[in-house]
Each structure stands twice: as structure tokens, then as C-alpha cells.
């Protein structure tokens, strides 16, 4: 389940405009459907490319590195409540725009939260529940489906809401209510006092859980399973409270907390006629590459050794390159640095699976396309130890993310045009190799793209 959570990154395209990413519609192939929008319904149900975007309550800091970065997400979800005018745009209609009559975007308001802005979500839940809910009869914005326009109601008032389906954890909103009583049928209880609430009194300015101060906008599982109580003293006036360092916001990775920080270097082999201070063996050739000339490799012994650990393989890091496949086989190896008997990664081409491959030894992100031989392809491989994932992107653009939380150490040196397996050189190139580039970081998607 949790590699399934993160198959949102196979439908993100980062080029669906040229302006933004979002989620959009593959064919079988691989390839985007094309006539894409972002009000598009292809590929989805009850929704637009628009809504759907946003459904990754898991993951939340994923998705804005996947837009560009926290800042950049959150002045889209600003957007996406608020017409152009900066009006507040929460009662649907727009297929651009939040829509509280159906399930899909249900869970958006909250998702300033994960964003390190909790004082939107107190705002936004807020103009939902006073302009959207009213009484009598027509007082749901829409099929209430068992329930669910009124518990999204309900949920808004007590001033929390579920993180993530299926989970305890509940997110800090803003409680309608000076005092909520939930009694469990356990005996568990679980109080929300916001004495101070009223209409203009919406934001929350500190907290405390069971009499302890608390700064975070969300509430851990052991508030739902054991019970206890939150005061939340309110305001008129917006407030940081909440707002936690960047590296805090959002679902912690499953690999655990960890801290490496990121580096500042790279190193590039431009391969345009010279061999940029790596060795070349076996007398490869030159050829016209994407730009100027290219190293031309025949599959069979030739590459180019670096004679150094470029990459901290056990941490964050990225590798690209340009590439044109020739000749297809068992496998075709891009870039790749040395371990003890095997390659620590290798950016390749899979004969196995017969597509582009970011890979250790026992996983392989694969992208869902066909590699046509002759074409030159951008590849990227991005290994994010924090977060834990291991990223392939093509073209610029992700095209498959898989959760990898240990990497193997690197004991030899970056090689271009083949791998190691068993103590063995293997997996040859079989075609041209243009401007390779390691960095001692995870590039984020807008950094990757703005390599091609």
C-alpha cells in the first residue's frame, strides 16, 4: 500500500501546460491523452483534471515539490478557491474550482495545512460552512451519498477533519462550537475547547493538547485512540500558529525521520568531442549528439571511466544524461557507480521490461513507454534518501516514483556505457551518450525539467 499511495506520480505531468502540472489521462501505450485541459473529465469520474490534482492527502509535500515547490502549491490552491479577481469562488460551478457538492476535492481545504499555512484552511472552512451549508431542505450543496456532505459538515464544525483515509490522525481547523463532546462507544473521550470562537474570531492563535502547549496543525492518532483534549484559544486576526519549518509540513516519509543535508556540486562530462577527464575504453567513437557531438558506444566493451566516486550513493542524489538507444538487449546500462560487486544504481535501459529504468539492485522505477530506437531521450534519476523514493523522469517529465528507503554504498567510480553485476563488468550501451551530469542532491521536478 504504501508504493500504491505514491502511483499519483505516474499520472502527474509536469508539461500537461506550459505553465503547470497536473494529473492527466495515459493511453496504453504510455503516452499522454492528448486535448488535455485542466477542466478536462478524461481519465476521471465526477471531476476535472483540476480536482483530481489535488487528491494526494498523503502526501502533500510530495505534490508541491511536484508543482515547483510549497510556495508555488499554495498560491495555486489560493487559485483554486478564488476566482481571478480574488473573490472567494467555494459554491462549484467551475470546473476550475472547488466543487462542495462531490467527493473528489472534499478534502482541498485542508490541504493548506500540509502547506505550512494553517490560517487558510481556518479561513476557507469557514466561508464554505457560512455560504455554502444553510438550513431547511436544500441546505447540503449536494447528494449527501451516505452521509458525506453532512459529515464534511460536522467534521468542519468540531474544527478538525481526517488527515488521510483510513488513518486517526485529525488536522486542526477552526471549531464552530466553544466546546465539542465526542463520547466513543469505548469510553475513550475526546474534548475541543475554543472558548473564544465566534464569527470573527476564526483563527487560531495558540493550542494545547491535554494542558501541554501545542504548535502543530495536526493531531496524532493517540488523540482518536486514547482520547484527550485540545483548547485552542482563538482570534480575530490570522496567525503563524501551525506553521512549522518546511521539512516538518506534511506526512512524515515511512522510512523514518532522517537528515541529510543537500550538497552544492555537480559534475558533468559534456562528451562533445573530449572525454571531459574520463577515461574512455574499448575506442569508442564520436557522433553527432543533441548538441554538438555525442559518444558513440558499439555495446561491447567500450564506455568511460570517471576513476572516481562521483555520488554519496547511500544518500540524495541525481544522474543525467542524453541518450539515443540503437540496439536493444538484455539490458543497456546509461550510468552507473561502482559497489563492492554490483553497481550501486544504474540509470539503463531494461531488456527485461523493455523501457527506461532507474534501478538498485533489487528495484527498478520503470517508465511506461516503449523506447524508440534512434531518438534521443532525456533521462534523470533522482534518488531522494529523505523522502525515500526512488524518481526516473523522461523528457523532463516523472514517469514512475517507487518507495526505496535503503541504497546500497558505492565503492568505485561513476562509469559511463556499462554497469557491474557479480564482480563483473556488463550491461553495455548500445548507442550515443550526450552531456552527463551527477549531482550530490535530489533535483526537484522543476529542476529536472529545466535540464531538457
Given at each position: 500500500m504504501l508504493e500504491r499511495a505514491n502511483w499519483w506520480r505516474n499520472t502527474f505531468n509536469a508539461l500537461a501546460t506550459p505553465a503547470e502540472g497536473y494529473q492527466q489521462a495515459r493511453n496504453k501505450d504510455g503516452s499522454w491523452v492528448g486535448g488535455f485541459s485542466p477542466s478536462t473529465d478524461v481519465g476521471f469520474a465526477q471531476g476535472s483534471s483540476a480536482t483530481y490534482t489535488w487528491m494526494v492527502?498523503?502526501?502533500?509535500?510530495g505534490l508541491a515539490e511536484a508543482m515547483g515547490g510549497t510556495a508555488v502549491a499554495a498560491r495555486r490552491l489560493d487559485g483554486f478557491f478564488h476566482d481571478t479577481a480574488g473573490n472567494w469562488a467555494v459554491k462549484g460551478g467551475s470546473a476550475l474550482r472547488y466543487d462542495p457538492a462531490n467527493e473528489p476535492g472534499l478534502h482541498t481545504p485542508w490541504l493548506y495545512n500540509g502547506l505550512g499555512q494553517p490560517w487558510k484552511?481556518?479561513?476557507?472552512?469557514?466561508e464554505i460552512v457560512d455560504t455554502v451549508y444553510t438550513t431547511g431542505p436544500g441546505g447540503l450543496p449536494g447528494n449527501d451519498d451516505l452521509g458525506t456532505m453532512s459529515a464534511w459538515y460536522v467534521f468542519a464544525a468540531m474544527g478538525v477533519f481526517p488527515q488521510v483515509p483510513g488513518r486517526a490522525e485529525l488536522l486542526v481547523g477552526s471549531p464552530l462550537f466553544p466546546t465539542v463532546h465526542v463520547a466513543r462507544d469505548n469510553g475513550v473521550g475526546i474534548v475541543i475547547?475554543?472558548?473564544?470562537?465566534?464569527d470573527a474570531a476564526q483563527y487560531v492563535q495558540s493550542a494545547t493538547l491535554d494542558g501541554v502547549a501545542y504548535g502543530k496543525s495536526w493531531l496524532p492518532e493517540s488523540f482518536v485512540r486514547t482520547g484527550g483534549t485540545l483548547n485552542l484559544t482563538m482570534g480575530t486576526a490570522a496567525s503563524t500558529w501551525g506553521?512549522?519549518?518546511p521539512d516538518q509540513v506534511g506526512v512524515a516519509s515511512f522510512c523514518g525521520p532522517v537528515s541529510r543535508p543537500q550538497g552544492t556540486a555537480v559534475s558533468t562530462w559534456p562528451f562533445d568531442g573530449t572525454a571531459g577527464g574520463a577515461t574512455l575504453v574499448g575506442a569508442?567513437?564520436?557522433?553527432a549528439g543533441h548538441?554538438?557531438?555525442?559518444?558513440l558506444l558499439n555495446g561491447s566493451g567500450q564506455y568511460a571511466d570517471t576513476g572516481r566516486a562521483v555520488?554519496?550513493?547511500?544518500g540524495n542524489y541525481t544522474v543525467a544524461a542524453w541518450v539515443r538507444l540503437d540496439a536493444a538487449g538484455a539490458f543497456r546500462t546509461v550510468v552507473s557507480q561502482d559497489g563492492a560487486t554490483s553497481s550501486a544504481f544504474f540509470l539503463q535501459y531494461s531488456g527485461a521490461d523493455k523501457t527506461f529504468a532507474m534501478s538498485f539492485a533489487d528495484r527498478r522505477a520503470l517508465a511506461p513507454l516503449t523506447p524508440v530506437t534512434g531518438r534521443w531521450y532525456h533521462l534523470a534519476g533522482?534518488?531522494?534518501a529523505d523522502a525515500g523514493h526512488l524518481s526516473l523522469y523522461v523528457d523532463g517529465v516523472l514517469a514512475r516514483q517507487i518507495d526505496a528507503c535503503t541504497a546500497d554504498a558505492a565503492t568505485g567510480p561513476l562509469v559511463t556505457g556499462r554497469a557491474r553485476w557479480g564482480g563483473a563488468p556488463v550491461d553495455y550501451w548500445a548507442g550515443a551518450i550526450d552531456d552527463v551530469r551527477a549531482y550530490d542532491r535530489a533535483l526537484t521536478a522543476a529542476q529536472v525539467k529545466a535540464l531538457v
Open positions: 492527502p498523503q502526501n502533500v509535500a484552511t481556518q479561513a476557507t472552512t469557514r475547547d475554543a472558548p473564544a470562537t465566534t506553521s512549522p519549518p569508442p567513437q564520436w557522433t548538441a554538438g557531438q555525442a559518444l555520488l554519496p550513493t547511500t533522482v534518488r531522494d
